[in-house]
């Protein structure tokens, strides 16, 4: 069997007694440390190489949501918080879960039996989007949440995407136009080019160019996009 080194991470010495005790009785766990805060838990992970970790949103200083940022993206993580509001729709890896305090003991056996799996992708069909949504994806090798509302363009890159947010800073995730145009609100997100996604909130002003295409400026974006003729009108009928 195999076993799966555990980092439990939670600002509350209790909560953390009570995970480690709910957890103590799955023998394909090996729990290897403990961790208050953000900054501790990151020094955990270079030590013992966890598998997965049982992460608090809610600590004081920076959030858990912060330490995806600073460690490997093949750590497995499960959130624990006391706070439904951060309930996400949107997580995209499959040994990823979301438990609520107090922990019931259904719903962590089911994180645990899906620690197991080896599909990093989930197998059930992905839902669309919504414009205030958190997107939980691998960004630049590491997980990251991503606010939908925050890309102003994305581009393809090879068998990648380039997403570009207004904290002017571009990622690259392996994800195709293809399904960021499935997924994406319709009504805020456009197509205007074979390898370009725009959102349509970020326009400042659109110019006739050559050959019956148009030249697109975004906020912040120094240099124009290319529309299209054939994707001209689905910006037209978005405006109405």
Request: neutral net charge; aromatic residues 10%.
């Amino acid at each position: 069997m195999k076993k799966f080194k555990v980092l439990i991470v939670d600002d509350e010495r209790l909560a953390r007694k009570d995970i480690r005790s709910k957890l103590s009785v799955y023998n394909n766990l090996d729990i290897v440390a403990e961790a208050e805060d953000v900054k501790s838990a990151v020094g955990e992970v270079n030590k013992h190489s966890p598998d997965v970790i049982f992460l608090d949103i809610q600590m004081p200083g920076e959030s858990g949501f912060e330490l995806l940022d600073r460690i490997p993206a093949n750590i497995k993580i499960i959130f624990v918080t006391a706070y439904d509001e951060y309930a996400i729709r949107a997580f995209e890896i499959n040994a990823l879960d979301y438990l609520l305090k107090p922990i019931e003991p259904e719903r962590l056996e089911q994180s645990i039996a899906r620690l197991g799996e080896t599909s990093v992708e989930k197998k059930h069909e992905l839902k669309t989007l919504e414009y205030d949504d958190h997107l939980l994806l691998v960004l630049d090798n590491h997980l990251k949440f991503l606010k939908i509302n925050t890309i102003i363009y994305i581009s393809a890159c090879g068998n990648y995407s380039e997403v570009f947010t207004s904290n002017q800073k571009k990622s690259l995730t392996l994800k195709s136009l293809k399904e960021w145009e499935t997924r994406l609100p319709a009504n805020s997100f456009c197509r205007i080019h074979r390898s370009t996604i725009i959102n349509i909130n970020f326009i400042e002003r659109i110019e006739d160019w050559m050959n019956y295409s148009y030249r697109v400026y975004l906020k912040d974006i120094k240099e124009p996009f290319v529309l299209s003729r054939r994707y001209a009108l689905k910006l037209k009928e978005i405006f109405g």
